[in-house]
């Protein structure tokens, strides 16, 4: 069940991550994720886990940096966790594998039975991502992207990481 539960977060996270970074670049149709894999993962309390994964991108397009990406998993009565991410440069004209720093926190109104629950139901419908990153591309530019309200049934039922962004 916990192993489970940790698949679900990290292709959610890749998922996410591969977004915006597929973002940054002008011609999104040609970046696409490859692999994803998990370099490392350790519990952080019973609350928390922090994890490395290692993402593999096909980009053909310019050099790009996802930083500061923050977001929240919710439900219509609130928040029920938060996760970090980042950064990650994404080099130019390449096949390949990078490592991604990221970490899920649960929020102190939910518990760990209740995460259990939803976990084994697979019963996501009424779960919801907000998230927020700041894409930098080679020449500096910066532009911070927001999503709201991203349905996370959808996240992890299309999380096929083979698939083109």
């Known amino acids: 069940m916990r ?3 940790k698949s679900v977060f990290i292709r959610f996270v890749a998922i996410v991550a591969m977004v915006f ?8 149709r040609n970046i696409r994720v490859t692999s994803c894999n998990i370099a490392s993962i350790s519990p952080n309390g ?14 053909p397009a310019m050099t790009f940096t996802v930083s500061d990406v923050l977001g929240f998993i919710h439900d219509r009565d609130g ?10 440069t994404v080099l130019r004209k390449t096949d390949a594998v990078y490592e991604l720093p990221c970490s899920l926190t649960l929020d102190g109104k939910i518990s760990l039975f209740e995460v259990l629950s939803v976990v ?5 419908s009424a779960y919801f991502v907000d998230v927020t990153a700041n894409v930098t591309t080679a020449g500096g530019i ?6 709201k309200d991203i349905p996370l049934g959808d996240l992890v039922r299309d999380g096929n990481l083979g698939i083109a962004l």
């Open 142 to 147: 910066t532009k911070v992207y927001r999503y």
């Open 46 to 59: 019973l609350r928390s886990v922090d994890a490395r994964l290692r993402v593999g991108v096909h980009n």
């Open 21 to 28: 970074m597929a973002s940054a670049c002008g011609n999104i």
């Open 79 to 88: 928040v029920i966790a938060n996760f970090t991410g980042g950064p990650v």
């Open 3 to 5: 192993t489970y539960m």
């Open 120 to 124: 084994k139901t697979m019963d996501l």
